[in-house]
């Protein structure tokens, strides 16, 4: 089972969105995914305990050693069917 972690400015409501998006396209497809919703600022400190990172916040300046995904097209729809294909490349790993 791959830990994927969604991150947003507050761990509320952009990576819940996300997060609740990304997990009923996991479900579709049958692969084993936990995903869950967090706070940028608590990443740091839990990043090593993720497989996968989705971003929705510009965090050039934390570079993480994850494979990582934008989470933005899954809220817009814009470019969305290319980071779902990176994402599930990443689980499929």
Same mark, same amino acid.
């Given at each position: 089972? /791959?830990?994927?972690?969604? =991150?947003?400015?507050?761990?509320?409501? $952009? #990576?819940? $969105? !996300?997060?609740? /998006?990304?997990? #009923?396209?996991? %479900?579709? %497809?049958?692969?084993?995914?936990? @995903?869950?919703? !967090?706070?940028?600022?608590?990443? &740091?400190?839990?990043?090593?305990?993720?497989?996968?990172? !989705?971003?929705?916040? #510009?965090? &050039? =300046?934390? @570079?993480?050693? /994850?494979? $990582? !995904? #934008?989470?933005?097209?899954?809220? $817009?729809?814009?470019?969305?069917?290319? %980071?779902?294909? /990176?994402?599930?490349?990443?689980? &499929?790993?």
């Amino acid at each position: 089972m /791959k830990r994927i972690y969604v =991150a947003c400015g507050s761990g509320v409501a $952009t #990576s819940q $969105t !996300v997060a609740s /998006k990304i997990s #009923s396209m996991c %479900e579709d %497809e049958g692969l084993d995914v936990a @995903i869950e919703a !967090v706070d940028i600022k608590s990443l &740091e400190n839990i990043i090593d305990q993720c497989d996968i990172y !989705v971003s929705i916040v #510009s965090n &050039e =300046a934390n @570079i993480f050693d /994850k494979p $990582t !995904v #934008s989470g933005i097209p899954f809220l $817009t729809g814009i470019g969305m069917d290319d %980071e779902w294909e /990176k994402l599930k490349s990443f689980i &499929e790993l």
